[in-house]
């Protein structure tokens, strides 16, 4: 999935950081203590989490190394104002794969984290494709049969979460969380409302890949027989 949970307690910087994030066509979930972000991480799987060390309620780098003798290995970025190198050191040994100090350019952290997310396919491209259609998260748009449409947000990570199960069912709450996250308001035809516009968009570039729905499961992504 596109969605990286950031648990950082500065409001404006964690903003400023997920539109960097999201102009990149990936989509931030934000937790301003260790306790939400505790739970956060118990109930969904986050393709990176950025971590800052000083939190209200603990140390990030002691909350990562309880995740990693939990067994959670995603993929992990520090931040931090601490730019001694021993800070460095012990954030490396207790399991993050990248340590950022702050300030820091945006551009620099999204394609930090852009690499983060790479790292279990590193030669994956990063438009994605499935049958006719493809995807460039970066330019927001859908392609097929050199037309081109853009896609909303939630429309996006839908779509770059069916395509990356190659064909296979996604259930309905995993494709809520894709799309809005978990503190996103989600009415409860959110959804259905969603899938029934990349139909539209499909249809409108000529696309022959189908949106099915598979009655009590979720949705897959059909190619064309």
Same mark, same amino acid.
């Given at each position: 999935?596109?969605?990286?949970?950031?648990?950082?307690?500065?409001?404006?910087?964690?903003?400023?950081?997920?539109?960097?994030?999201?102009?990149?066509?990936?989509?931030?979930?934000?937790?301003?203590?260790?306790?939400?972000?505790?739970?956060?991480?118990?109930?969904?799987?986050?393709?990176?989490?950025?971590?800052?060390?000083?939190?209200?309620?603990?140390?990030?780098?002691?909350?990562?190394?309880?995740?990693?003798?939990?067994?959670?290995?995603?993929?992990?970025?520090?931040?931090?104002?601490?730019?001694?190198?021993?800070?460095?050191?012990?954030?490396?040994?207790?399991?993050?794969?990248?340590?950022?100090?702050? =300030?820091? $350019?945006?551009?620099?952290? &999204?394609? @930090?984290? %852009?690499?983060?997310?790479?790292?279990?396919?590193?030669? +994956?491209? *990063?438009?994605?494709?499935?049958?006719?259609?493809?995807?460039?998260?970066?330019?927001?748009?859908?392609?097929?049969?050199?037309?081109?449409?853009?896609?909303?947000?939630?429309?996006?990570?839908?779509?770059?979460?069916?395509?990356?199960?190659?064909?296979?069912?996604?259930?309905?709450?995993?494709?809520?969380?894709?799309?809005?996250?978990?503190?996103?308001?989600?009415? =409860?035809? $959110?959804?259905?409302?969603? &899938?029934? @516009?990349? %139909?539209?968009?499909?249809?409108?570039?000529?696309?022959? +890949?189908? *949106?099915?729905?598979?009655?009590?499961?979720?949705?897959?992504?059909?190619?064309?027989?």
């Amino acid at each position: 999935m596109s969605r990286v949970a950031l648990i950082e307690d500065h409001a404006r910087l964690a903003d400023m950081v997920r539109q960097a994030l999201s102009g990149a066509g990936i989509e931030t979930d934000i937790f301003g203590t260790l306790s939400e972000a505790h739970y956060g991480i118990s109930q969904a799987n986050y393709a990176v989490l950025i971590i800052d060390r000083g939190l209200p309620d603990g140390d990030g780098l002691e909350f990562l190394r309880k995740l990693r003798e939990a067994g959670r290995m995603m993929p992990c970025m520090m931040l931090t104002a601490r730019d001694a190198l021993h800070d460095r050191i012990d954030g490396l040994e207790t399991g993050a794969d990248d340590y950022v100090t702050k =300030p820091f $350019a945006m551009s620099e952290l &999204v394609a @930090r984290i %852009r690499t983060l997310m790479r790292r279990p396919q590193e030669l +994956t491209a *990063l438009v994605q494709a499935f049958a006719d259609i493809s995807i460039d998260p970066e330019q927001q748009a859908m392609r097929c049969c050199g037309q081109s449409i853009m896609l909303a947000p939630a429309e996006l990570q839908i779509m770059l979460t069916l395509m990356k199960v190659a064909g296979r069912t996604v259930r309905h709450s995993a494709l809520e969380h894709a799309a809005w996250g978990l503190a996103g308001a989600v009415t =409860p035809n $959110a959804l259905e409302v969603t &899938v029934h @516009r990349l %139909r539209k968009k499909l249809s409108a570039i000529g696309a022959t +890949t189908l *949106l099915a729905n598979v009655r009590g499961a979720g949705f897959l992504l059909q190619a064309p027989t």
